[in-house]
Protein backbone atom coordinates (compact mmCIF):
# COMPACT_ATOMS: atom_id res chain seq x y z
CA UNK A 1 0.00 0.00 0.00
CA UNK A 2 1.23 3.48 -1.06
CA UNK A 3 0.91 5.87 1.58
CA UNK A 4 1.47 10.07 0.63
CA UNK A 5 -0.61 12.92 0.58
CA UNK A 6 -3.65 13.85 -1.29
CA UNK A 7 -2.06 16.33 -3.78
CA UNK A 8 -5.78 17.09 -5.02
CA UNK A 9 -6.82 18.96 -1.26
CA UNK A 10 -4.93 22.37 -0.90
CA UNK A 11 -3.27 22.36 2.38
CA UNK A 12 -4.87 23.71 5.48
CA UNK A 13 -1.96 25.57 7.59
CA UNK A 14 -2.12 28.78 5.03
CA UNK A 15 -5.84 29.03 5.25
CA UNK A 16 -5.56 28.60 9.15
CA UNK A 17 -2.67 31.34 8.62
CA UNK A 18 -4.75 33.61 6.93
CA UNK A 19 -7.94 34.00 9.13
CA UNK A 20 -5.65 34.47 12.12
CA UNK A 21 -4.15 37.37 10.57
CA UNK A 22 -7.47 38.95 8.89
CA UNK A 23 -8.55 38.28 13.01
CA UNK A 24 -5.34 40.47 14.07
CA UNK A 25 -6.36 43.34 11.42
CA UNK A 26 -9.85 43.30 12.60
CA UNK A 27 -8.83 43.88 16.13
CA UNK A 28 -6.40 46.48 15.48
CA UNK A 29 -8.19 48.61 13.00
CA UNK A 30 -10.00 50.54 15.80
CA UNK A 31 -7.07 50.71 17.89
CA UNK A 32 -5.30 52.19 14.51
CA UNK A 33 -8.38 54.96 14.13
CA UNK A 34 -7.73 55.75 17.82
CA UNK A 35 -4.68 56.75 17.33
CA UNK A 36 -5.21 59.31 14.16
CA UNK A 37 -7.76 61.73 15.10
CA UNK A 38 -8.76 64.44 12.32
CA UNK A 39 -6.63 67.90 12.90
CA UNK A 40 -8.87 70.67 12.92
CA UNK A 41 -8.83 74.16 13.04
CA UNK A 42 -11.52 76.80 14.23
CA UNK A 43 -11.96 77.56 10.64
CA UNK A 44 -13.08 74.07 9.69
CA UNK A 45 -15.57 74.37 11.88
CA UNK A 46 -17.56 77.12 9.26
CA UNK A 47 -19.24 76.61 6.40
CA UNK A 48 -18.07 78.11 3.66
CA UNK A 49 -19.91 81.25 2.24
CA UNK A 50 -22.16 80.38 -0.39
CA UNK A 51 -21.03 81.47 -3.73
CA UNK A 52 -22.52 84.71 -5.23
CA UNK A 53 -25.10 84.83 -7.44
CA UNK A 54 -23.93 86.29 -10.91
CA UNK A 55 -27.91 86.70 -11.98
CA UNK A 56 -28.56 88.99 -9.37
CA UNK A 57 -29.29 92.58 -9.79
CA UNK A 58 -26.57 94.48 -8.45
CA UNK A 59 -27.32 98.08 -6.03
CA UNK A 60 -27.32 101.24 -7.79
CA UNK A 61 -25.25 103.97 -5.93
CA UNK A 62 -27.80 105.82 -2.84
CA UNK A 63 -26.13 109.37 -4.53
CA UNK A 64 -25.11 110.61 -7.68
CA UNK A 65 -24.20 114.17 -9.27
CA UNK A 66 -26.79 116.15 -10.83
CA UNK A 67 -26.27 118.26 -14.15
CA UNK A 68 -25.03 121.21 -11.78
CA UNK A 69 -21.92 119.04 -10.23
CA UNK A 70 -24.08 118.83 -6.90
CA UNK A 71 -24.82 115.58 -5.38
CA UNK A 72 -28.09 114.59 -5.72
CA UNK A 73 -29.94 112.07 -2.99
CA UNK A 74 -32.03 109.80 -4.99
CA UNK A 75 -35.49 108.15 -3.65
CA UNK A 76 -35.29 110.30 -0.81
CA UNK A 77 -38.07 113.01 0.43
CA UNK A 78 -36.50 116.21 1.72
CA UNK A 79 -39.70 117.98 1.88
CA UNK A 80 -40.43 115.67 5.71
CA UNK A 81 -38.17 116.98 8.66
CA UNK A 82 -35.52 114.27 9.77
CA UNK A 83 -36.25 111.84 12.19
CA UNK A 84 -34.80 112.24 15.67
CA UNK A 85 -31.72 110.87 16.61
CA UNK A 86 -32.21 107.31 17.92
CA UNK A 87 -30.15 107.67 21.50
CA UNK A 88 -27.35 105.80 22.00
CA UNK A 89 -27.07 101.80 22.25
CA UNK A 90 -31.13 102.04 21.52
CA UNK A 91 -30.68 100.27 18.29
CA UNK A 92 -30.16 97.21 19.21
CA UNK A 93 -29.25 95.48 22.30
CA UNK A 94 -26.99 92.42 22.60
CA UNK A 95 -30.34 90.55 23.93
CA UNK A 96 -32.26 91.82 20.82
CA UNK A 97 -29.57 90.47 18.87
CA UNK A 98 -29.01 86.84 19.41
CA UNK A 99 -33.03 86.63 19.61
CA UNK A 100 -33.17 87.73 16.00
CA UNK A 101 -29.54 86.09 15.29
CA UNK A 102 -30.33 83.01 12.63
CA UNK A 103 -28.16 79.91 14.20
CA UNK A 104 -24.71 79.58 13.52
CA UNK A 105 -24.51 76.95 10.32
CA UNK A 106 -22.16 73.58 11.14
CA UNK A 107 -20.85 71.48 9.26
CA UNK A 108 -22.92 68.29 9.66
CA UNK A 109 -20.06 65.76 7.60
CA UNK A 110 -18.14 66.53 11.23
CA UNK A 111 -20.70 64.12 12.87
CA UNK A 112 -19.45 61.31 14.54
CA UNK A 113 -16.02 61.92 13.70
CA UNK A 114 -12.89 61.45 15.64
CA UNK A 115 -11.09 65.03 16.36
CA UNK A 116 -8.41 66.66 17.65
CA UNK A 117 -8.61 70.65 18.36
CA UNK A 118 -6.86 73.12 20.56
CA UNK A 119 -8.47 76.07 22.21
CA UNK A 120 -9.00 77.68 25.64
CA UNK A 121 -11.26 76.22 28.76
CA UNK A 122 -13.84 78.19 30.52
CA UNK A 123 -14.82 75.71 32.84
CA UNK A 124 -18.57 74.86 33.76
CA UNK A 125 -18.22 71.81 36.10
CA UNK A 126 -15.65 71.59 39.15
CA UNK A 127 -14.89 69.07 41.34
CA UNK A 128 -12.31 70.66 43.32
CA UNK A 129 -9.98 71.92 41.17
CA UNK A 130 -10.78 69.66 38.31
CA UNK A 131 -13.42 69.92 35.47
CA UNK A 132 -15.31 67.58 33.49
CA UNK A 133 -17.36 69.43 31.37
CA UNK A 134 -15.82 73.05 29.67
CA UNK A 135 -16.23 75.13 26.71
CA UNK A 136 -13.88 75.18 24.39
CA UNK A 137 -13.47 78.51 22.43
CA UNK A 138 -10.99 79.69 20.12
CA UNK A 139 -9.68 82.96 22.46
CA UNK A 140 -9.11 84.24 25.38
CA UNK A 141 -12.11 85.92 27.18
CA UNK A 142 -14.77 84.69 24.90
CA UNK A 143 -18.46 83.96 27.44
CA UNK A 144 -16.68 85.38 30.28
CA UNK A 145 -15.12 89.23 29.46
CA UNK A 146 -16.63 89.40 26.26
CA UNK A 147 -19.68 88.43 24.04
CA UNK A 148 -19.60 84.91 23.22
CA UNK A 149 -18.32 84.18 19.47
CA UNK A 150 -21.01 82.30 16.77
CA UNK A 151 -22.30 79.09 18.19
CA UNK A 152 -20.23 77.11 15.33
CA UNK A 153 -17.05 78.55 17.23
CA UNK A 154 -17.47 77.35 20.85
CA UNK A 155 -17.86 73.40 21.12
CA UNK A 156 -19.33 71.65 24.71
CA UNK A 157 -16.86 69.12 26.19
CA UNK A 158 -17.41 66.40 28.27
CA UNK A 159 -14.82 64.11 29.86
CA UNK A 160 -14.93 61.01 31.46
CA UNK A 161 -12.03 61.63 33.70
CA UNK A 162 -11.85 65.45 35.68
CA UNK A 163 -8.55 66.66 34.75
CA UNK A 164 -6.36 69.84 36.70
CA UNK A 165 -6.69 73.21 35.57
CA UNK A 166 -4.92 76.31 37.12
CA UNK A 167 -7.41 78.83 35.90
CA UNK A 168 -9.95 80.20 33.16
CA UNK A 169 -8.60 79.99 29.87
CA UNK A 170 -6.35 77.42 30.03
CA UNK A 171 -5.12 76.62 26.59
CA UNK A 172 -5.27 72.77 25.95
CA UNK A 173 -5.44 70.06 22.67
CA UNK A 174 -8.45 68.13 23.27
CA UNK A 175 -9.07 65.03 21.56
CA UNK A 176 -12.34 62.87 21.14
CA UNK A 177 -15.78 62.28 18.92
CA UNK A 178 -17.53 65.27 17.60
CA UNK A 179 -21.21 66.12 17.25
CA UNK A 180 -22.88 68.34 15.71
CA UNK A 181 -25.22 69.17 18.53
CA UNK A 182 -26.97 72.41 19.78
CA UNK A 183 -26.20 73.28 23.55
CA UNK A 184 -27.54 75.64 25.75
CA UNK A 185 -25.32 76.60 28.59
CA UNK A 186 -25.11 79.00 31.26
CA UNK A 187 -22.72 81.44 29.64
CA UNK A 188 -23.39 80.57 25.39
CA UNK A 189 -25.02 78.64 22.47
CA UNK A 190 -22.59 75.84 21.16
CA UNK A 191 -23.24 73.94 17.85
CA UNK A 192 -20.77 70.98 18.25
CA UNK A 193 -20.50 68.72 21.06
CA UNK A 194 -17.29 66.34 21.84
CA UNK A 195 -17.19 63.40 24.43
CA UNK A 196 -13.28 63.64 25.09
CA UNK A 197 -11.19 60.97 25.71
CA UNK A 198 -8.08 63.24 26.21
CA UNK A 199 -7.46 66.60 27.07
CA UNK A 200 -3.71 68.10 26.87
CA UNK A 201 -2.80 71.25 28.33
CA UNK A 202 -0.38 73.06 26.04
CA UNK A 203 2.31 75.59 26.61
CA UNK A 204 2.21 78.70 25.48
Known amino acids: MKIGF ?3 SPPQRPRLLRIIVLGLVALAAPALAREAPRELRWAD ?3 PPPPEDPTKAKLKPFWSKGASGTV ?6 TS ?8 EGKWMSRTTAQKSAAPAPVIAALDG ?10 PLDFQAAKVTEF ?3 PFVGACIHVPPPPANQI ?3 KTSEPFAI ?5 PVYVTGTMKTATTFTGLAETGYALDADLVEVRNE
Open 155 to 157: VYV
Open 135 to 137: LLV
Open 113 to 122: QRIRLGGYVV
Open 6 to 8: DRT
Open 166 to 170: KGEFD
Open 80 to 87: EPAPPPTP
Open 72 to 77: EIRGVD
Open 45 to 47: LRP
